[in-house]
């Protein structure tokens, strides 16, 4: 499986991104999905999952300022970033959300400064 993600870029404080990470998963929609992020000196961590019947949960450093959704069509995930904060930079990633995961890709970098 390849995982493509994209969307990332400079944005101020208070700003907004939308990421999108592009699967070649067969039977996408069976798979629960999440969202990653890894700032310098940190490790990975789930900010956001979004199951297979479409129920979210969000890291409470996020919840109510990003919103994750999927296209299963498309086999692509989401993830809407709202009043972004400095804390907010790292590298975004996106994967099989629990223990066993796919490749991971290149991740697309989050910087939010002014």
């Known amino acids: 499986v390849q995982v493509v993600e994209s969307g990332g870029g400079l944005v101020q404080p208070g700003g907004s991104l939308r990421l999108s990470c592009a699967t070649s998963?067969?039977?996408?929609?069976?798979?629960?999905m999440a969202w990653y992020r890894q700032a310098p000196g940190n490790e990975r961590e789930v900010v956001a999952e979004?199951?297979?019947?479409?129920?979210?949960d969000y890291d409470e450093s996020v919840q109510g300022r990003f919103i994750i959704t999927r296209d299963n069509a498309k086999k692509t995930v989401y993830l809407q970033m709202n009043n972004l904060r400095p804390e907010d930079t790292a590298v975004y990633y996106c994967n099989q959300f629990g223990s066993v995961f796919w490749p991971w890709g290149q991740g697309t970098q989050v910087t939010v400064s002014s």
């Open positions: 998963a067969s039977f996408f929609g069976i798979h629960d």
């Open positions: 979004i199951f297979s019947g479409g129920i979210t």
